[in-house]
Each structure stands twice: as structure tokens, then as C-alpha cells.
């Protein structure tokens, strides 16, 4: 659950179902929040705009803000569907800690960690327990991250909980 492409769909999965009140909300969560930019970055493979799934530098920059501009239009669409306003708290969150994550980017900031911890802020407020397993998630995966050696304590420790934060108190404003 530490890497971005499994984290991402199961915490849009528990957005959707837990806050939206039914699995049909989990899925129409999952399609606009997840597969749907998961599929386009397969696709810039494809095609050969990056060549490897582990983007890293100005691209991945362009591809965050990229998926915070598609974030914003998948978020208006689910609104615009009737969500609930449970869910519509959660999905501002959501967009709050996208834009901390863009904002923290120049730190090397661990997408690994920040996704599970941006999903528990926006999770916390309307679904309590499957907020704090999200924690949990961000800290294993924090944990992970440090031992393999691909990021420092600051990029595991000290920014997702500020990524997380972030989509507590959107979510939170929100509601």
C-alpha cells in the first residue's frame, strides 16, 4: 500500500465508499480520481513521453500539477453528480493536500508516504477508523522508504504529516 499506485486507487476507493455512502460512490471516486490519470501516465509511456514509471524531476512537477488540474475538473464532475456532502468535504481535502504536495515538491517531498497521509487527513474528519489506518499506511510506508534509502527522515517524517494536515483541515473547512 507504500507505493503511489496501489494507495492511491484504495484511498480513492475508501473516499468514495466510506464518505459517499454506497460502493457505487467508491466507484465513481476510483474512475475520476485514479484510474483515469493512471491511465494517462501509462499512456505518456506509451508513447514514449517519459520512459520509466518512476518519474522524478521537472516532469514529475509538470505531471503533479497536471493531475492537481485533473483533481480539480474529476472533484467538480463528482459534485456536480450529486456526492454527499461527507464526500465533497473529503474531496476538497483531497485538493488541499494536492496543492501542499505541489507546494513541497522542491523538498523532495515522498510521494510514497504523502498519499497514504494526504488520504488519512481527508479521511479522519467522516471516516475516523479508515483515516487512522491510513496513518498507519503513511508511516510504514515512511518506514519502508527510509530503509531502502530513497528519502531522508524530513522527506518521510516531517512533510507528509504536512500533506496530511493539509487534507484534514480542507476537509474539515469543507464539512
Partial sequence: MGQP???VPVGC???GWALGGSPLWGLLTVTALAVLPVASVLALRAFGVVDTLRITGR???ILLAGGAAW???AVALLWSWGAQAPLRAGL???LAAL???LALHPTGVSAHTSIPALFAGALLPGAPVWGALMVV???VAGWARLRVGAHTLAQVAAWPPVVGAAGLVGAVLAG
Fill in 13 to 15: 476507493l475508501l473516499l
Fill in 92 to 94: 476538497i481535502g483531497v
Fill in 71 to 73: 483533481e480539480l475538473i
Fill in 5 to 7: 499506485a496501489g494507495s
Fill in 137 to 139: 499506511a503513511a508511516a
Fill in 59 to 61: 516532469t514529475r512537477l
Fill in 99 to 101: 496543492v501542499a504536495m
